[in-house]
T-cell receptor
């Protein structure tokens, strides 16, 4: 049941450049999307979210873009920093349903 | 410290055995969610409790069960363990509305040998 897919298991970028992490979903009922960040030996931490009524949400260096027609969202990190190196999970949920679906994660490595 | 406490951090047990994982949610959160992360897999939703009652069920095996107690802590019981049950088990807590993000604990690493 892969309703949320992150097709890139890993991504490597240079410090200061842009990191773009992608996520696709199949369930058109999803109306809220979230990104979580996970360091080794820690639980995932909430990073940023976006409602389906928006197409962009920005928080500092992090911006999430949503393309509902393509059922695609992306997370942009600008500029990337070595401390951003972690696994990033995309997640989706639908209203009044607490069954949040997660992607498999993308391991981001930011090289100094 | 996220405020969500999971114990134990590590657990090694033999096939066929039963274990109990414990989770104390962040103060004020009524919902507890359990997730399983197998090697190189995403987070698989198992089950959610809200204020003591089961709210949602995901890909939870019949050998697994959970409950939430009056003090809101939750336990995940895994029985007749198989090698494939080896995974990281995360507990998360929230106010019952996922749109604001869950707070995850640091997980319990279960190894079945």
């Amino acid at each position: 049941d892969q309703q949320v897919k992150q097709n890139s298991p890993s991504l490597s970028v240079q410090e200061g450049r842009i990191s773009i992490l992608n996520c696709d979903y199949t369930n058109s009922m999803f109306d809220y999307f979230l990104w979580y960040k996970k360091y080794p030996a820690e639980g995932p931490t909430f990073l940023i979210s976006i409602s389906s009524i928006k197409d962009k949400n920005e928080d500092g260096r992090f911006t999430v873009f949503l393309n509902k027609s393509a059922k695609h969202l992306s997370l942009h990190i600008v500029p990337s920093q070595p401390g951003d190196s972690a696994v990033y999970f995309c997640a989706a949920s639908w209203d009044n349903n607490n069954d949040m679906r997660f992607g498999a994660g993308t391991r981001l490595t930011v090289k100094p | 410290d996220s405020g969500v406490t999971q114990t134990p951090k590590h657990l090694i047990t033999a096939t066929g055995q039963r274990v109990t994982l414990r989770c104390s949610p962040r103060s004020g959160d009524l919902s507890v969610y359990w997730y399983q992360q197998s090697l190189d897999q995403g987070l698989q939703f198992l089950i959610q409790y809200y204020n003591g009652e089961e709210r949602a069920k995901g890909n939870i095996l019949e050998r697994f069960s959970a409950q939430q107690f009056p003090d809101l802590h939750s336990e995940l019981n895994l029985s007749s363990l198989e090698l494939g049950d080896s995974a990281l088990y995360f507990c998360a807590s929230g106010g019952g509305i996922p749109n604001y993000g869950y707070t995850f604990g640091s997980g319990t690493r279960l190894t079945v040998v």
